[in-house]
C-alpha cells in the first residue's frame, strides 16, 4: 500500500470513529487537542492553577468564587476600553479568540474543524478530539438564559454559541463556547478518539485540501497580520483555486452574491470538468434571482457527476457518494425550473431527487422539503390530487403551517371545503407560531363563511384546472357572491449543493390568491 492510500485510510479511519462516537447524540459539539494528555481545563483554571496550587482544583466551592472574581475583574477590564455595548459572553468570547485566559473552552459544531485542532502542533503527541452533547439538558445549559454571576455557578458545564457579528473567526470556526463548571464534566459525557502523532501531518495536509486550513480557520485581521508577519516569505503567486473557494464562500455567507459568483467561477475555471465547481454558481445565481442560468450550471453539475470534486482526483467515487450529492442537486434545479414557471420540469426533478432519498442509506432530511415543493408544482399545474398527496405525506413529516394552508388551498380546489376548514385551523393553531399562521387563520374565515352561506343547500363546485384563478360553486342562492383566499408560500429555499457549508440560494416564491365565487344554479344543483 503506498503512503498516501495509507494515510487516507487513517484519516478516513479516525474520521468514522469520530462519527460513531456522535451518534445518539442531539446536538453534538466537538473540541480538538493538539495532546491528548491535557486535561479538559480552561485558560482561567490554568491560571488560578498556577497561582494557587493543584489543591484548589479539591475545594469546588472555593474555585467556584475564584472563578467568578476572576472573570467580574476580567469583565470590567474589557468593558472599560470597549464600552457597555456587549454582554459578558459577548466579553468573554472575543478574549478567547484573542488569547485571554477565560473559563471559556473552544468547541466547534464541525468535527472537521475539530480534527483540524486535534492535529494542529505537538508533533510527537497523539492528539485527541472530544465530543460533548450539548443540546441534552442533562449535560449542558444555554448561557444566554444566565446572568454573569450564574454562568459560573451552575454545577454542570454550560455552552453558548457567540453572536457571527463578533468576527468572521468564529463564524469560519463555527465556534461553540463551553464553560465546564466545578465539579468537570463527567467522563461519559465527553467520549473522545485519540490521533496518533504520526497520523497528524497527513491528515491535516488531507483536511487542507477540503478547504480546512489555518487561513480559512483564521480569516480575520490578528489572523490575517500574523500570517503577513515580517518573519513569513512573501508569496507572489496568484490566488490558488482553493483561496477563490473560500472568498467565494464567505462573500457568499456575507450575502454578496456577485462577489460570491466571481470567485465561484475562477475555481470552476480551475475545475471546469467537476460538479462541485458547477454547483457553487448555480446556488450564486439562484440566490441572485437568475433563474435560468442557475438551471444551467446544475445541468452541468449533473453532466459531470462522476467527478464530483477536486479533492477525489485520482480515485472512482462509488455510486453510492454520486447519488447523494445528486439529491440536492435535482432539488435545487426543480426549484430554478419552477421559479420560471417551468413546473412540469421541476415536478421531474423532484421525483429524482425523492427517488435518490428514498434510496439511499444515508438520510439527508431533506425528504418533506421536496414533497412540500413538487406539491406547489402539482398545484401550479392544477394537479390538485396528487398535490393533495405530497402535501399529506410532508405534513405527516413536519406540521407546519405552510404545508396546512398549502393543504388548505387543494382542498377548496377538490371542493372538499369542511376538510379545508380544518386544515386551516390546522395550520392556525400550531404551538409554534409559523410564517403560514395569518394566512392560515385568514383563509379559516373566509372558508367558514362559505360554508355558512352554503349551509342547508346543495351545490355543485366547478373547480378551475389553474390555482390562480376562480373556483365556481353553484347552488340555489337569490345571486352571487364571492370569498377571496390567499395562496400557497413559496418553496422551501434551496440546500448546500456545493459542499462548503454554506446556505443554498432561493426558490420557486409562491403563488397568488384565488377567489371562490357562488352563483345561482341553472337547474338542480349536482350534488353537496
Known amino acids: 500500500m503506498s503512503l498516501v492510500e495509507a494515510t487516507d485510510t487513517d484519516a478516513c479511519d479516525i474520521i468514522d470513529q469520530i462519527e460513531r462516537m456522535a451518534l445518539g447524540m442531539v446536538g453534538p459539539a466537538f473540541r480538538g487537542q493538539a495532546d491528548a494528555s491535557w486535561p479538559l481545563r480552561s485558560g482561567a483554571v490554568h491560571r488560578l492553577v498556577e497561582t494557587h496550587g493543584e489543591s484548589v482544583l479539591s475545594d469546588e466551592g472555593y474555585l467556584k468564587q475564584l472563578l467568578s472574581g476572576y472573570h467580574r475583574d476580567i469583565s470590567r477590564r474589557a468593558e472599560i476600553i470597549e464600552?457597555?455595548?456587549?454582554?459578558?459572553?459577548?466579553?468573554?468570547?472575543?478574549?478567547?479568540?484573542?488569547?485571554?485566559?477565560?473559563?471559556?473552552?473552544?468547541?466547534?459544531?464541525?468535527?472537521?474543524?475539530?480534527?483540524?485542532?486535534?492535529?494542529?502542533?505537538?508533533?510527537?503527541?497523539?492528539?485527541?478530539?472530544?465530543?460533548?452533547?450539548?443540546?441534552n439538558p442533562l449535560v449542558a445549559v444555554d448561557g444566554r438564559g444566565l446572568d454573569s454571576e450564574g454562568l459560573f455557578d451552575t454545577g454542570q458545564a454550560v455552552y453558548y454559541e457567540p453572536d457571527r457579528s463578533l468576527g468572521a473567526r468564529i463564524v469560519a470556526q463555527q465556534s461553540v463556547f463551553v464553560i465546564c463548571n466545578p465539579p468537570?464534566?463527567?467522563?461519559?459525557?465527553?467520549?473522545?478518539?485519540?490521533?496518533?502523532?504520526?497520523?497528524?501531518?497527513?491528515?491535516?495536509?488531507?483536511?487542507?485540501?477540503?478547504?480546512?486550513?489555518?487561513?480559512?480557520?483564521?480569516?480575520?485581521?490578528?489572523?490575517?497580520?500574523?500570517?503577513?508577519?515580517?518573519?513569513?516569505?512573501?508569496?507572489?503567486?496568484?490566488?490558488?483555486?482553493?483561496?477563490?473557494?473560500?472568498?467565494?464562500?464567505?462573500?457568499?455567507?456575507?450575502q454578496r452574491y456577485a462577489d460570491a459568483l466571481a470567485s465561484y467561477e475562477s475555481y470552476a475555471s480551475a475545475y471546469p470538468d467537476v460538479a462541485q465547481s458547477h454547483c457553487l454558481i448555480g446556488d450564486a445565481y439562484s440566490a441572485?434571482?437568475?433563474?435560468?442560468?442557475?438551471?444551467?450550471?446544475?445541468?452541468?453539475?449533473?453532466?459531470?457527476?462522476?467527478?464530483?470534486?477536486?479533492q477525489l482526483e485520482g480515485s472512482t467515487p462509488t455510486q453510492e457518494f454520486k447519488d447523494w450529492m445528486?439529491?440536492?442537486?435535482?432539488?435545487?434545479?426543480?426549484?430554478?425550473?419552477?421559479?420560471?414557471g417551468r413546473h412540469s420540469e421541476a415536478i421531474a426533478d423532484f421525483d429524482r431527487s425523492l427517488a435518490l432519498e428514498k434510496s439511499s442509506a444515508l438520510d439527508s432530511g431533506d425528504g418533506r422539503n421536496v414533497l412540500f415543493n413538487r406539491g406547489n408544482s402539482k398545484y401550479a399545474r392544477g394537479r390538485f390530487q396528487e398535490a393533495s398527496r405530497d402535501f399529506e405525506e410532508a405534513w405527516s413529516l413536519r406540521e407546519t403551517s405552510d404545508a396546512a394552508l398549502a393543504l388548505g388551498n387543494t382542498k377548496m380546489h377538490l371542493g372538499e371545503f369542511a376538510e379545508a376548514l380544518i386544515r386551516y385551523h390546522d395550520g392556525a393553531n400550531l404551538e409554534k407560531p409559523e410564517s403560514a399562521d395569518a394566512p392560515c387563520r385568514t383563509n379559516a374565515k373566509?372558508?367558514?363563511?362559505?360554508?355558512?352561506?352554503?349551509?342547508?343547500?346543495?351545490?355543485?363546485v366547478r373547480p378551475s384546472e389553474r390555482s390562480d384563478v376562480i373556483v365556481t360553486v353553484e347552488a340555489p342562492l337569490s345571486g352571487p357572491g364571492g370569498f377571496v383566499f390567499v395562496g400557497n408560500r413559496g418553496n422551501v429555499g434551496n440546500t448546500p449543493s456545493g459542499m462548503v457549508g454554506a446556505p443554498g440560494g432561493e426558490g420557486y416564491g409562491g403563488m397568488a390568491g384565488f377567489a371562490v365565487l357562488l352563483r345561482p344554479a341553472q337547474g338542480q344543483a349536482a350534488g353537496r
Request: charged share 20%; aromatic share 8%.
Open 288 to 310: 441572485m434571482g437568475r433563474f435560468d442560468e442557475a438551471s444551467t450550471a446544475y445541468t452541468r453539475a449533473i453532466e459531470n457527476i462522476d467527478r464530483p470534486m477536486p
Open 326 to 340: 445528486l439529491r440536492p442537486i435535482y432539488y435545487n434545479r426543480g426549484n430554478a425550473h419552477a421559479a420560471v
Open 446 to 460: 373566509q372558508c367558514s363563511d362559505l360554508l355558512e352561506a352554503l349551509a342547508g343547500h346543495d351545490f355543485a
Open 83 to 135: 464600552g457597555a455595548q456587549m454582554t459578558p459572553l459577548q466579553r468573554l468570547s472575543v478574549l478567547q479568540h484573542f488569547g485571554a485566559g477565560t473559563g471559556l473552552l473552544d468547541f466547534t459544531r464541525s468535527a472537521l474543524v475539530a480534527l483540524w485542532f486535534a492535529c494542529d502542533g505537538e508533533p510527537h503527541s497523539d492528539g485527541r478530539v472530544f465530543a460533548l452533547d450539548i443540546a
Open 184 to 254: 468537570p464534566i463527567l467522563d461519559q459525557h465527553v467520549p473522545y478518539v485519540d490521533v496518533p502523532a504520526q497520523s497528524k501531518m497527513p491528515i491535516q495536509e488531507r483536511l487542507e485540501r477540503l478547504g480546512l486550513s489555518r487561513e480559512s480557520l483564521f480569516c480575520d485581521l490578528p489572523g490575517l497580520a500574523r500570517a503577513n508577519s515580517r518573519t513569513r516569505p512573501l508569496l507572489m503567486d496568484w490566488l490558488t483555486p482553493e483561496e477563490h473557494l473560500r472568498l467565494g464562500t464567505h462573500a457568499y455567507r456575507m
